[in-house]
Nanobody
């Protein structure tokens, strides 16, 4: 099946670090843009970071300088390294990818979401 599988969330004290990973299934032929979103209780889902197939990145202002998004195209995997975490970073984190995959001889485009991984930062 074509899917994204996330891991790496957990409980960490303020100032600590976590590294999230998101792996696409081997059925996926290629991935264009890939990003990380987060959603805290009572808040809208927001884009945290995005990376293109060529490696260009963008970040929301609140995480600039603390978070780093990276990818390995050969492994269809993206990571989010999170440093200097604060309680404001507490949220469910979701990866998202614009992908193409073959069904028989047909190349299909789809937007995929990971299942979510919880990040909780204590003070």
């Amino acid at each position: 099946q074509v899917r994204l599988v996330e891991s790496g969330g957990g409980l960490v004290q303020a100032g600590g670090s976590l590294r999230l990973s998101c792996a696409a299934s081997e059925r996926i032929f290629s991935i264009n843009e890939m990003g990380w979103y987060r959603q805290a209780p009572g808040k809208q889902r927001e884009l945290v970071a995005v990376i293109t197939s060529g490696g260009s990145t963008n970040y929301t202002d609140s995480v600039q300088g603390r978070f780093t998004i990276s990818r390995d195209n050969a492994k269809n995997t993206v990571w989010l390294q999170m440093n200097s975490l604060t309680p404001e970073d507490t949220a469910a984190y979701y990866c998202n990818a614009d992908v193409q995959y073959y069904t028989g001889l047909r190349l299909t485009r789809a937007i995929l979401w990971g299942q979510g991984t919880q990040v909780t930062v204590s003070s």
